[in-house]
């Protein structure tokens, strides 16, 4: 099942994508894509649903982020080998957890923003875990048992405000804007195998990052595991869980580092298999 919500920021309503690829309305059976429906037993009901009976949308309404109320925005860091290589850091012996504040979290395809005086803002395509129940010191087994569905997220990231200002990343994670996510949470019935997920992302129509979340150096269900020792998950948190190699921060040219990151008018395109794509398009900072 791919659960979606759609409209206007703020006034999104639920949704489903059915067999054929069209955008059904769920609002008379739940009122929004809520923590509180991200149980397996409200999606086995869902899942029970007769699709055709669900009124259609028309048109190409915005797509909202798929899950409402994100209690917690978890990310972890430096988690494919190559991409802490490519970092400069040493791959990481424990798995890296830092926050992305919720007020970044936004529509698949909502613009992109740079933060005031930002120069070094930049991309990471990453698998997205929504948690579904609730989940505490929970074994690496039964981990992907709490697990209500995946998604595509960008961990859009400026890198000064990560690296250069000392503390913690999180200065650089948060930014209004920087975490689109969607367009669709598919359930994990329809995801066997996290782990086995092509995953790409595309500056300006030209490819700049390629994996697959087979290289992931501490898998879902570890991370489900290891973070639920710190924290309680709790339905609708969201857990990013790192990005391929192919970052700005990371690209060379004959050898030598040279970065690109992001400037006004770049358009952003993302995806993971079978967990839809996003589209981006980088503006200049704006008063809210
Ligand atoms: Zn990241």
Redesign the pocket.
């Known amino acids: 099942m791919k659960l979606v919500r759609y409209g206007k920021v703020g006034k999104e309503k639920p949704g489903l994508i059915d067999a054929d690829g069209k955008l059904r309305d769920l609002s008379a059976v739940i009122p929004d894509v809520s923590p509180q429906y991200l149980s397996d037993a409200m999606l086995a009901k869902l899942r029970k649903l007769k699709t055709a009976s669900l009124p259609l949308v028309k048109g190409k309404p915005r797509m909202g982020c798929p899950v409402a109320h994100v209690g917690k925005f978890i ?3 430096l ?1 494919y080998a190559d991409h802490a290589a490519e970092s400069g850091m040493p791959i990481p012996k424990e798995p890296i957890v830092f926050m992305k504040a919720t007020s970044c979290i936004q529509g698949p395809n909502d613009e992109v923003m740079l933060p005031k005086n930002s120069v070094k803002t930049d991309w ?1 395509v ?1 698998l997205g875990v929504v948690i579904g129940t609730e989940a505490r010191h929970v074994s690496q087994k039964d981990a992907l048992n709490y697990v209500a569905g995946y998604c595509t ?1 960008n ?1 859009v ?1 400026e890198r000064e405000y990560q690296l250069e200002r000392g503390g913690t990343w999180d200065k650089g ?1 948060g930014c209004d804007t920087f975490g689109p996510i969607g367009p669709w949470l598919v359930t994990r019935d329809e995801v066997p195998n996290p782990q086995k997920l092509d995953m790409w992302l595309d500056l300006n129509g030209e490819r700049m990052q390629t994996g697959n979340t087979k290289t992931m150096i501490f898998g879902v269900a570890k991370l489900v595991s290891y973070v639920s020792q710190f924290m309680t998950l709790q339905p609708g948190d969201v857990i ?4 391929p190699p192919g970052v700005g921060m990371g690209m060379k040219k004959n050898g030598k580092a040279a970065p690109i990151y992001l400037k006004r008018g770049d358009k952003v395109s993302l995806g993971i298999e079978g967990l839809g794509e996003q589209h981006q398009t980088v503006v200049a900072y704006k008063k809210a």
Do not use: Y
Not at 240 to 243: A, K, L, Q
């Open positions: 990310a972890i860091g988690n990471e990453e997220i961990d990231s994670k990013t869980t790192g990005t």
